[in-house]
């Protein structure tokens, strides 16, 4: 099973929360998968994931938040 890195940056005000999911993927180990929680679905780091190629899916929860599976 891989390791899983969860960062929840729901409702910080841009450019924050797509700083804090580049500097995690910077860091994240080789084979793990970060969990990214956030209020909108953020179309600019869409793009920039699938331009740095890293695969992605996302999903919406009932709770009223995206829930983001970033991996290489």
């Known amino acids: 099973m891989s390791e899983r890195i969860d960062i929840d940056v729901r409702w910080l005000e841009p450019p924050e929360p797509f700083e804090r999911v580049v500097a ?3 860091t994240l180990p080789q084979g793990a998968t970060l969990r990214v929680l956030i ?3 953020p179309r600019p780091l869409f793009q ?5 190629g890293w695969s992605y899916r996302h999903g919406f929860d009932p709770e009223g938040f995206f829930e983001i599976l ?3």
């Open 48 to 52: 920039w994931l699938e331009r740095e």
């Open 70 to 72: 970033i991996a290489r």
């Open 39 to 41: 209020h909108r679905l």
């Open 24 to 26: 995690a993927l910077e």
